[in-house]
């Protein structure tokens, strides 16, 4: 009998073992950081759409690196694959659009695109056109922006609006507060649940991700975080550079572009994309 005991406790003495060591594995080999591209469409009636919203979330690991979220100008000069140099938020227009019935562009070469300019990889994309952007709003009862609350319709205005004081900027400011509004509120699990059930059903919205992969880094964030779920503040950044009108060859006038600082913008990859 005192073998049985001995040889019992032996045996679940190495199970803990082995999967301690599995787990450390795991974690390990989770991957640093997940992102996720948001894009928000401008796409009416029948027209193709092109990128009116394009940001990166950024979530890490590891709790002591910085949460991002990273503001890409629609005008942003970039080179599309097999499009030349543009502006960014062509690259949702051209090409063959992912799903032919659906009112959505084309995700595919815009992740590429922004892959190519930052560097990193994405690891998700989320769409919504107009039309889902006001149900969302809608479905978690409005958004805060600047201590105001807000209904479908002024957040649609707030997100849509160029032309005030600020101009683009002081709009995707907005996009931003709007995000990290409906982001909170997705804390509570019943508006998690809602949220993830829409944008998986919805013919206006499209939400794709890799279940093996964001489980796998799923598990990493939660080991890292000692079964606490939170991501902490999050840092707002914009991709920099330079406004001004450039001759395009590729339209034969001259247009309105954003000039990426590309050394900037590889600051602020590598202190919050890597």
Avoid: C
Wanted: no cysteine; net charge negative; aromatic share 10%.
């Amino acid at each position: 009998m005192k073998k049985f005991v001995i040889g019992f406790f032996i045996v679940v003495g190495l199970i803990f073992i082995i999967g301690a060591i599995i787990l450390g594995v795991l974690y390990v080999a989770a991957p640093d950081r997940y992102n996720v591209l948001i894009i928000g469409t401008d796409q009416r009636g029948d027209e193709r759409s092109r990128s009116d919203v394009l940001m990166v979330f950024s979530i890490p690991k590891n709790p002591k690196e910085q949460t991002t979220l990273l503001t890409i100008p629609r005008d942003s000069k970039v080179e599309i694959p097999g499009e030349g140099e543009d502006k960014i938020t062509h690259a949702y227009v051209y090409g063959k659009k992912k799903d032919p019935d659906s009112s959505l562009g084309n995700v595919d070469l815009t992740q590429s695109t922004v892959e190519n300019l930052l560097g990193i990889k994405m690891d998700a994309t989320l769409e919504y056109n107009f039309d889902s952007f006001s149900e969302i709003v809608d479905l978690i009862g409005g958004v805060n922006v600047d201590g105001t609350q807000m209904d479908s319709d002024d957040a649609l205005l707030a997100a849509r609006n160029r032309y005030r004081a600020g101009g683009d900027f002081a709009r995707t400011e907005d996009q931003r507060q709007i995000f990290q509004s409906i982001l909170a509120q997705a804390k509570n699990k019943d508006v998690a649940t809602a949220l993830y059930h829409y944008m998986t059903t919805s013919k206006n919205a499209r939400l794709q991700f890799s279940r093996m992969s964001a489980g796998h880094f799923g598990l990493g964030f939660y080991m890292r975080r000692l079964g606490r779920i939170s991501i902490g503040d999050i840092t707002e950044e914009v991709v920099p550079g330079k406004g001004g009108t450039q001759y395009s060859a590729k339209f034969g006038q001259n247009l309105y572009f954003w000039g990426v600082d590309e050394e900037g913008l590889e600051e602020i990859v590598e202190e919050g994309f890597r």
